[in-house]
């Protein structure tokens, strides 16, 4: 395991579940820090998660970022659930299972934290922060109904309400953003 792990609680829970899953440690690094796994990645990934599992074939090598920042640690098991969460990720890896997430926390591999853990689904559901929201940029309003609908992009769209496809009567026209 990579010795750079720099909390304390982390590589602690780390250490416990790498035992208990039987996982190898030579050719595992894991870092808290997202800038440090996206230049062993060699891509970025989203701030918005809390945890990251990621298998480097050409140099063998699993990687894991428990991303602090996103994850509650004001609730009790949060942390664990993460760290576990990601460690088993790993372990079905090396047993060939590929498979990802159907439904965040609502997947068999949450139910396997829960078994794991003791944790509760519940738990499991709430250890990350919500993540933040940008504001909208653009503002649109559907001349027929009125409707306003927020966008992040400019573009050109026709009101869902008014037409189920897309449809040149109802297109949006930009409003103020207020």
Known sequence: MDDRLDHAETRELLQRYIIL???PTDRL???TDRSVFEGWL???VRSSIGGAHAY??????HLILINLSRIDLARPRAL????????????????GDLRRHAKHGHDRIAHRVAALTGASLDEIRS???PAPRRPARYLYRCPACGMAIPRQKQGTWSCGRC???FDRRFLL???AVS
């Not at 480097?56 to 090598?61: A, I, M």
């Open 127 to 129: 250890a990350l922060l």
């Open 29 to 31: 690094r894991a870092t």
């Open 56 to 61: 480097v074939p050409h140099r063998s090598e």
């Open 42 to 44: 060699g891509r970025r």
């Open 163 to 165: 037409a189920p496809r």
């Open 173 to 175: 026209q930009p409003a």
């Open 21 to 23: 899953l039987d996982l």
């Open 80 to 95: 664990e659930v993460v760290v576990a969460e990601e460690l088993i990720h790993m372990r079905d890896r090396l047993d």
